[in-house]
């Protein structure tokens, strides 16, 4: 079965500071990936979303960016955090080919 | 502009009843819709999804019903249980691409 990891789970950062969140998939190979943050009481924005290895989208144009250096790992960073960074976020990943996509257990950032 | 609306940000429902949640959408080529449900602080998990070449799907409890011409879906949940208490999100994609639209989520009680 397919399961996919987020860590860390809770973040606390300083505004200026960098970000690195991590997402890796099992049990799936070219997986399609993605990253969304959900503001407080908000839907859920789609951030980036990867078809394989180094091919990054932006669906949003804003001070972080994403990478994909392995198959099955998605990475959202930042080099300088802002106020309005805080949120939750989400990974998912989805069968090429198929639009059910299926989420990560999330990070929530709170930058201060 | 938004494409997916949940007009209703709560539903409260007695234990045992019906639970009827909305959404409507506003892009004639969306073609394939799915309900997600979230609890606090962790990733939603998909739920039931429609293509548009149907008007209904059911699975257990869930029962999700399309109308295109109203561009309109619901989610009913019966008998309702208390562990249904979440939000609930429903989300659109089109064919043509990897993006998910969300709503805003619907807050479901089930009062014991």
């Known amino acids: 079965s397919q399961t996919i990891h987020q860590w860390p789970a809770t973040l606390v950062q300083p505004v200026g500071s960098p970000l690195s969140l991590e997402c890796t998939v099992e049990?799936?190979?070219?997986?399609?990936l993605y990253w969304y943050r959900q503001a407080a009481g908000r839907g859920l924005q789609l951030l980036f979303y990867s078809v394989g290895i180094g091919q990054i989208s932006s669906e949003v144009p804003q001070n972080l960016s994403a990478s994909r250096p392995q198959d099955r790992q998605f990475i959202l960073s930042s080099k300088k955090l802002l106020l309005s960074d805080s949120g939750f976020y989400l990974c998912?990943?989805?069968?090429?080919?198929?639009?059910?996509?299926?989420f990560g257990p999330g990070t929530r950032l709170l930058v201060l | 502009d938004q494409q997916v609306k949940q007009n209703s940000p709560s539903l409260s429902v007695q234990e045992g009843r019906i639970s009827i949640l909305n959404c409507d959408y506003t892009n004639s080529m969306f073609d394939y819709f799915l309900w997600y449900k979230k609890y606090p602080a962790e990733g939603p998990t998909f739920l039931i999804s429609?293509?548009?070449?149907?008007d209904k799907n059911e699975d257990g409890r869930f029962t999700v019903f399309l109308n295109k011409s109203a561009k309109h879906l619901s989610l009913h949940i019966v008998p309702s249980q208390p562990g249904d208490s979440a939000v609930y999100f429903c989300?659109?994609?089109?064919?043509?691409?990897?993006?998910?639209?969300f709503g805003s989520g619907t807050r479901l009680l089930v009062r014991p």
């Open positions: 989300a659109a994609v089109s064919d043509s691409s990897y993006k998910l639209i």
């Open positions: 998912a990943w989805s069968r090429p080919g198929e639009e059910t996509q299926y």
């Open positions: 049990g799936t190979s070219n997986p399609n």
């Open positions: 429609i293509s548009s070449i149907k």
